[in-house]
């Protein structure tokens, strides 16, 4: 049976998000074909129908990963003015909830250990990707009018990353939690937004 080109991308999508939450979960190394298109509700041989090996399939899925971050940031910053903005960012990114969801949360803080074992293009998408990010974050600090914000943008990225990732290795999640409110609350006073934790 033939598929039409809407359905395929559907059937594509459902691979992405597949491997995805994969990926957060277990590494990009430590993924089968096979495991992602059972998890997709799919069989391993529609698999070749999307990607040519399991390398395409990583690189493609950390293009998808960024652009669901890229997204979210935009929808959580849209219409609002630039300190609001940043707070809310902020405050999402350093959630106990985004700690929680491995499987959903940012790409790079899921990913960054493992640039070591990636391919060059596996490598390359993330570094696009988190350029990506930074140039978003970046404009949002330029509209805050604050000083340096290409510099500044590389240290809130830098911070926040690293808590959600310190925070997600803890064994008490109360540890985690402390984790990502005292980031949180350092980076709103560096901002000059305010502190109501």
């Given at each position: 049976m033939r598929y039409d080109n809407q359905h395929?991308?559907?059937?594509r999508l459902r691979v992405l998000e597949a491997?995805?939450?994969?990926?957060r979960a277990e590494g990009p190394e430590r993924i089968s074909v096979a495991a992602v298109m059972a998890r997709a509700g799919l069989t391993h041989g529609g698999f070749y129908a999307h990607f040519d090996?399991?390398?395409?399939?990583?690189?493609?899925?950390?293009?998808?990963?960024?652009?669901?971050?890229e997204?979210?940031?935009?929808?959580?910053t849209k219409d609002r003015s630039a300190p609001e903005a940043l707070a809310v960012y902020i405050?999402?990114?350093?959630?106990?909830?985004?700690?929680?969801?491995?499987?959903?949360?940012?790409?790079?803080?899921?990913l960054v250990s493992e640039l070591p074992h990636l391919n060059a293009s596996a490598r390359e998408r993330f570094t696009?990707?988190?350029?990506?990010?930074?140039e978003r974050l970046m404009e949002v600090l330029e509209r805050a009018d604050v000083d340096d914000a290409r510099s500044l943008a590389l240290t809130l990225r830098s911070a926040m990353v690293?808590?959600?990732a310190m925070a997600r290795a803890q064994s008490d999640p109360a540890d985690g939690d402390t984790i990502l409110q005292a980031?949180?609350?350092?980076l709103l006073r560096r901002l000059g937004i305010g502190t109501d934790a």
């Open positions: 395929k991308q559907q059937t491997a995805a939450e994969a990926i090996s399991k390398e395409m399939l990583v690189a493609a899925t950390i293009d998808f990963m960024f652009d669901r971050d997204a979210k940031f935009i929808e959580t405050d999402f990114y350093l959630s106990i909830g985004h700690c929680g969801s491995r499987g959903r949360g940012c790409a790079m803080a899921s696009q990707g988190s350029q990506r990010l930074h690293g808590a959600l980031t949180r609350v350092d």
